[in-house]
């Protein structure tokens, strides 16, 4: 439901020069990030814990969010406030992606009757550009500017496995790979062999490893170079007899909106 973690990431890789560094504005990002989906409300030990900063500066970050109106404070738990979404939706908004493909994932979404999404890599996770949804299967809403582990999800494996082998695997490793569900792949080896397969097949499925009930399926859009710079996907309650069944589902449509895509993105 929170989607403010982004925020941070957009702001702090415009900052390249270790001498351009406003430290304030570092921690107060750091702060910032510091919140998610899983972490909505946070106490001034809690952020210093995430962070590594000292108690007194955690403190007046967050309070320095509170007086701005970027964060609700009930005297012991601090939790962000819709006004933090200001900061990175501009960002993502300005990104020509989003704005391209949407019309193609509503046509998507109403021709197989599921939810579509298109992310991005980022590090170590998904970042998603844009939705179309129909029916609600996940637990956590979705939408623009969410985020999920890359090395668990569909959009994320198709995404990895567009990378060199060497960096694809740097990136694993450094994940947390704490397992989600009982079907997550945790070693890095297995999530290594599972991309080699992605890589051969050109596209991915996930059986339940995000959340239980819940299956997807993925395949990378090109553009007009032959480049991938983002992943489609589709997610559905797992009512089918068997994971391999989303491929007779629904690997055409996403293939054909795949194709469509890469005559027009640049």
């Given at each position: 439901m929170?989607?403010?973690v982004?925020?941070a ?5 415009m ?11 570092a921690?107060?990002l750091q702060?910032i990030?510091c ?6 409300r ?8 995430r ?10 970050c ?20 819709p006004n933090?979404?200001?900061?990175g939706?501009?960002?993502?908004a300005?990104l ?14 109403e021709q197989?009757?599921?939810?579509t ?23 956590i ?11 668990c999800?569909?959009m ?19 994940s947390?790979?704490?397992p989600?569900?009982?079907?997550s ?13 992605v890589?051969?097949?050109?596209f ?10 819940l299956?997807?399926?993925a ?14 996907n589709t997610?559905?309650?797992a ?10 589902l629904?690997?055409n449509?996403?293939?054909q909106t795949?194709a ?7």
């Amino acid at each position: 439901m929170l989607t403010f973690v982004q925020i941070a990431h957009f702001i702090v890789r415009m900052v390249n020069k270790t001498t351009d560094v406003i430290a304030s504005l570092a921690k107060g990002l750091q702060v910032i990030e510091c919140f998610g989906a899983e972490t909505p409300r946070l106490t001034i030990t809690d952020v210093a814990r995430r962070t590594g900063l000292d108690r007194a500066t955690a403190r007046r970050c967050l309070l320095t969010l509170h007086h701005q109106g970027y964060a609700d404070y009930d005297g012991k738990f601090f939790t962000p406030t819709p006004n933090i979404l200001r900061l990175g939706m501009g960002a993502l908004a300005a990104l020509p992606l989003p704005q391209i493909v949407q019309p193609w994932l509503d046509h998507l979404s109403e021709q197989i009757g599921a939810s579509t999404s298109v992310s991005i890599l980022d590090e170590t996770e998904i970042v998603y550009l844009a939705r179309a949804a129909q029916k609600r299967v996940m637990s956590i809403g979705l939408m623009p500017g969410s985020r999920l582990p890359a090395h668990c999800t569909s959009m994320g494996r198709v995404l990895l496995a567009a990378l060199p082998e060497d960096a694809a695997r740097a990136l694993i490793e450094r994940s947390d790979l704490s397992p989600r569900t009982p079907r997550s792949l945790t070693a890095p080896g297995d999530i290594m062999e599972e991309l080699d397969r992605v890589r051969i097949q050109g596209f991915a499925i996930i059986d339940q490893e995000v959340e239980l009930g819940l299956r997807s399926i993925a395949v990378p859009l090109f553009n007009a170079q032959g480049a991938v710079v983002a992943a489609l996907n589709t997610g559905v309650s797992a009512v089918q007899e068997d994971a391999a069944d989303l491929k007779a589902l629904y690997l055409n449509a996403l293939r054909q909106t795949q194709a469509g895509l890469q005559r027009v993105l640049f």
